[in-house]
């Protein structure tokens, strides 16, 4: 298998306007779950509760500060906990799939979106990211996103979307 790991990221929050919580994951990938929430927060008028163990990423426009030696400016990134996490890729805006790496890994990452619906830079409810890892790949994320796009990688996709299993986010949000 070329994918190795899978982590599905949904839009439960009602106060962050670019929060995406992990609701479900195969909890195999360290770069994530060394990252998990290590205290809880309560939520307040203009936060959204955080439980001990939540994996929470924000799905943004690249920052004016990103820079560096790319041959193209990526159109999102993705960051956790205030550090960015991946720059994302999206080479045709009419496809709902992109592609990123780990930053400070060797680790490709591609991305399928599910009603991924932004307004005044609110992602709106439904929304959905769905993040595949492919461990040592970083090099081959042009090759493999167009295996994505070509549909060769979804028996391993639907593999890993099978082994996942839901976490209790969004249960004690106060919902």
Known sequence: MILTDYYKFERVATKAKSRMDCTASTHSYPEFEDRTATRAN???????ATDVGDII???????????????????KSISIKGKNLSSVYVPDVARNIAYGDFRGTTDALLFVFHNLNVVNGVIQKGSIIEVFVARGKSKDRVPLFEMLSDGELDDEMN??????????IGFTMGY
């Open 42 to 48: 309560k939520a307040t008028e203009k936060r959204d």
């Open 57 to 75: 990423i924000y799905y943004n426009d690249v920052p004016t500060q990103f820079g560096g030696n790319v041959h193209r400016k990526a159109d």
């Open 159 to 168: 593999e890993l979307r099978g082994n996942a299993s839901p976490t209790d």
